[in-house]
């Protein structure tokens, strides 16, 4: 049986929730915030010092943690992140659907589905709470930054764990489409069923197929059709396919067109890993969560929600 998540004794703010750090309970550290101080080196230590002296740092009770509370009063504190200057992006999230248990919503590129890697006000989970009055809201699944489409969000923890279940359980149908270069080898057969193993590591970019292992990513590839792009690389011999992932892994779908020489249009990281540079909002990664399909939980009934965003370099 898993343990039940701890509750943040703060209030969601500005629709961005506290941070919970982990607190060693020994060490060479007299105070919490002397741990603090060192584990962000990087922060001018009279400023976080100042944090704790405004009483902006608590236990799990809400009772702030002082400069001086030893090393081992609390195992868990939270804080309200600084927030800095984000880059703006320019694209707004759209609502497909909403009722009482369940948001879903039509994600662009470049907006990440959740704060992180220097995004947190330009996050669709931000912005939904914002609009829509709700710091329970929650996504229920991901999409990658650079990837657009749909996205499902509960709305209040009773009935969230209903549809995350879907999730894990692997009842609820996707299809995505996708725009890549038509190899000068030509193409490859399709349709077709890629598995593979992929393995993922805490602070690595990318996935990587491994020969050795039970395979576990899939992916069902069949072809829409081939032609000429017709947006920002308009006349570029293209594929677009549509593909169904029976299965969820990171970057799964791109490191598999990949593995078949159909390596994404405007992909930095498949097949070769590009230096990091600013997103180029005129090329964004040719990748669509198109429709999302299940039965219900709560009710049974079927349901079904269809993006209604293109691929600018998908042929006619």
């Known amino acids: ?37 060192e584990r962000f080196g990087h922060v001018d230590p009279e400023r976080l010092l100042g ?40 694209f707004d999230v759209e609502i ?42 929650t996504p229920i699944h991901r999409l990658d930054r650079v990837t657009a489409g749909l996205v499902m969000f509960s709305v209040r923890p009773e009935t969230r764990g209903a549809y995350q279940s879907m999730f894990a359980d692997r009842t609820v149908e996707k299809v995505y489409e996708a725009v890549s270069a038509l190899p000068v080898t030509g193409l490859p057969e399709l349709p077709r069923i890629v598995r593979s193993r992929l393995s993922s590591e805490k602070g690595r970019l990318r996935v990587a197929e491994e020969v050795d292992g039970e395979p576990n990513a899939e992916t069902a590839i069949e ?44 992909d930095r990281f498949y097949p070769v890993l590009e230096d990091e540079s600013p997103d180029d909002f005129d090329r964004p990664l040719q990748l669509l969560a198109r429709e999302l399909r299940f039965a219900d939980p709560l009710t049974g009934a079927p349901r ?9 370099e998908a042929p006619r």
Do not use: C
């Not at 929730?17 to 550290?29: D, E, M, S």
């Not at 039509?106 to 939904?128: C, E, W």
């Open 304 to 312: 079904a929600f269809r993006t209604a965003r293109a691929l600018q």
């Open 96 to 137: 497909v659907h909403q009722d009482s248990d369940l948001v879903v919503v039509d994600k662009p590129h470049f907006l990440p589905t959740t704060p992180g890697g220097g995004y947190v006000q330009n996050s669709a989970l931000v912005r939904l709470r914002v609009a829509l009055g709700n710091p329970d809201l």
């Open 223 to 266: 072809l829409i059709r081939t032609g000429e792009s017709r947006g920002t690389d308009a006349g570029l011999p293209v594929v677009h396919t549509l593909l169904r992932p029976r299965t969820g892994r990171m970057h799964q779908l791109r490191a598999h067109l990949a593995g078949l020489g159909l390596g994404i249009l405007n």
């Open 1 to 37: 049986m898993g343990r039940t998540p701890l509750r943040s004794p703060l209030p969601v703010r500005d629709g961005v929730g506290a941070t919970r750090l982990k607190v060693p309970r020994t060490g060479p550290w007299p105070t919490i915030a002397a741990y603090v101080a």
């Open 51 to 90: 944090r704790f002296d405004r009483g902006e740092v608590v236990d799990i009770t809400g009772a702030p943690i002082a400069r001086d509370t030893p090393l081992g009063a609390a195992e868990f504190v939270w804080y309200y992140r600084e927030l800095g200057v984000e880059k703006a992006i320019p």
